[in-house]
C-alpha cells in the first residue's frame, strides 16, 4: 500500500506468537474503526490472520462487510463489462439484499453452501470470476485461485480513487435485510427429522411470505444447529428464529 503512495497506520502488527487476530483484525473490529476516525484515515483495512479476508470501515468507523464490497466490485465491473457471465457467487449466508441489489443491476447472484471452497467451485465450473462470503472471504479469479485480503483491498481502493468519493458514499451500496442467525446445541439424534421442527421451520416461511427467508443448517464442525432467518420486518423476524429454535430445543 506505501509503495503505491498510501500513507498508512499499522495497528496490529507486533506478533509474539500468541496474540493473532486478539482484538485486532477482520473478527474485531473495535480497533480499526476507532482508529481510522482518530486518524482521519479515509478507509480502515481490517484483514485476519491469514489474510484470505478482508472487512473495510469508512472515514466514520462505519463497517463495510463482505456483501457490500462484493456489490461494490460486481457493480463497477459490470459497468466496465468485465463482470465474467454476468454473475457474483456468494452462499446462502450473503444477506437478501445483496441479492436484490444485484438483480437491480441486471447481475445474477449464484449461491452455494457456506465455504470459501465452494464459492470456488462454482466459480471455476461456470467461469465467473468474482465471488465471496459475508465475511469477507473474497475472490477475484482474475487474479488469485484464492481467497487474498490485499487483492480485496486495492479493488476496493481503485473505486474510491477513481470516483474521488469518500468510502462512506463509494461503498454504501444497499440496506441490508434484516438478518438474525442463532445456534441450538444438541447431543445427539435428528432433531431437524421431527414433524414439530418441520412444522415450525414451514410455518416460519410461510410467515415470510416471500419477502424474507429460512435458512437451517447443521454445523460442519459443532454439533449445532444454525437457524437464521432475514426479512424486512425485524420482529417478525426474530419471532420467526425463537419459534425454530424453540421446536428444535424441545426435540434434544
Same mark, same amino acid.
Given at each position: 500500500?506505501?509503495?503505491?503512495?498510501?500513507?498508512?497506520?499499522?495497528?496490529?502488527?507486533?506478533?509474539?506468537?500468541?496474540?493473532?487476530?486478539?482484538?485486532?483484525?477482520?473478527?474485531?473490529?473495535?480497533?480499526?474503526?476507532?482508529?481510522?476516525?482518530?486518524?482521519?484515515?479515509?478507509?480502515?483495512?481490517?484483514?485476519?490472520?491469514?489474510?484470505?479476508?478482508?472487512?473495510?470501515?469508512?472515514?466514520?468507523?462505519?463497517?463495510?462487510? $463482505? *456483501?457490500?464490497?462484493? %456489490?461494490?466490485?460486481?457493480?463497477?465491473?459490470?459497468?466496465?463489462?468485465?463482470?465474467?457471465?454476468? &454473475? =457474483? +457467487?456468494?452462499?446462502?449466508?450473503?444477506?437478501?439484499?445483496?441479492?436484490?441489489?444485484?438483480?437491480?443491476?441486471?447481475?445474477?447472484?449464484?449461491?452455494?453452501?457456506?465455504?470459501?471452497?465452494?464459492?470456488?467451485?462454482?466459480?471455476?465450473?461456470?467461469?465467473?470470476?468474482?465471488?465471496?462470503?459475508?465475511?469477507?472471504?473474497?475472490?477475484?479469479?482474475?487474479?488469485?485461485?484464492? $481467497? *487474498?485480503?490485499?487483492? %480485496?483491498?486495492?479493488?476496493?481502493?481503485?473505486?474510491?480513487?477513481?470516483?474521488?468519493?469518500?468510502? &462512506? =458514499? +463509494?461503498?454504501?451500496?444497499?440496506?441490508?435485510?434484516?438478518?438474525?442467525?442463532?445456534?441450538?446445541?444438541?447431543?445427539?439424534?435428528?432433531?431437524?427429522?421431527?414433524?414439530?421442527?418441520?412444522?415450525?421451520?414451514?410455518?416460519?416461511?410461510?410467515?415470510?411470505?416471500?419477502?424474507?427467508?429460512?435458512?437451517?443448517?447443521?454445523?460442519?464442525?459443532?454439533?449445532?444447529?444454525?437457524?437464521?432467518?432475514?426479512?424486512?420486518?425485524?420482529?417478525?423476524?426474530?419471532?420467526?428464529?425463537?419459534?425454530?429454535?424453540?421446536?428444535? &430445543?424441545?426435540?434434544?
Amino acid at each position: 500500500m506505501w509503495e503505491l503512495g498510501a500513507e498508512i497506520v499499522p495497528i496490529g502488527v507486533s506478533p509474539d506468537g500468541k496474540n493473532i487476530n486478539k482484538d485486532c483484525g477482520s473478527t474485531s473490529l473495535d480497533t480499526v474503526c476507532e482508529t481510522t476516525v482518530v486518524a482521519g484515515a479515509h478507509i480502515g483495512l481490517a484483514l485476519d490472520g491469514d489474510a484470505d479476508r478482508l472487512i473495510v470501515c469508512d472515514e466514520n468507523g462505519q463497517v463495510i462487510d $463482505g *456483501d457490500q464490497i462484493m %456489490a461494490l466490485i460486481a457493480s463497477d465491473w459490470h459497468g466496465a463489462g468485465k463482470l465474467a457471465g454476468g &454473475s =457474483v +457467487v456468494a452462499t446462502v449466508m450473503s444477506n437478501l439484499g445483496l441479492e436484490r441489489f444485484l438483480k437491480d443491476q441486471g447481475v445474477d447472484l449464484v449461491r452455494t453452501a457456506v465455504g470459501d471452497r465452494y464459492v470456488v467451485e462454482s466459480m471455476r465450473a461456470n467461469k465467473f470470476n468474482l465471488g465471496g462470503e459475508q465475511s469477507g472471504h473474497l475472490v477475484f479469479r482474475d487474479y488469485a485461485t484464492t $481467497g *487474498d485480503g490485499l487483492i %480485496a483491498a486495492l479493488q476496493v481502493l481503485a473505486v474510491l480513487v477513481r470516483t474521488k468519493d469518500p468510502a &462512506s =458514499v +463509494v461503498c454504501d451500496m444497499f440496506k441490508p435485510l434484516p438478518q438474525l442467525l442463532k445456534n441450538v446445541r444438541y447431543a445427539t439424534g435428528t432433531p431437524l427429522e421431527a414433524t414439530s421442527v418441520k412444522s415450525a421451520i414451514t410455518s416460519g416461511e410461510q410467515r415470510l411470505n416471500g419477502t424474507g427467508r429460512v435458512l437451517i443448517r447443521k454445523s460442519g464442525t459443532e454439533p449445532l444447529i444454525r437457524v437464521m432467518a432475514e426479512g424486512e420486518d425485524l420482529g417478525l423476524v426474530t419471532q420467526v428464529v425463537d419459534d425454530i429454535c424453540d421446536a428444535i &430445543s424441545a426435540e434434544v
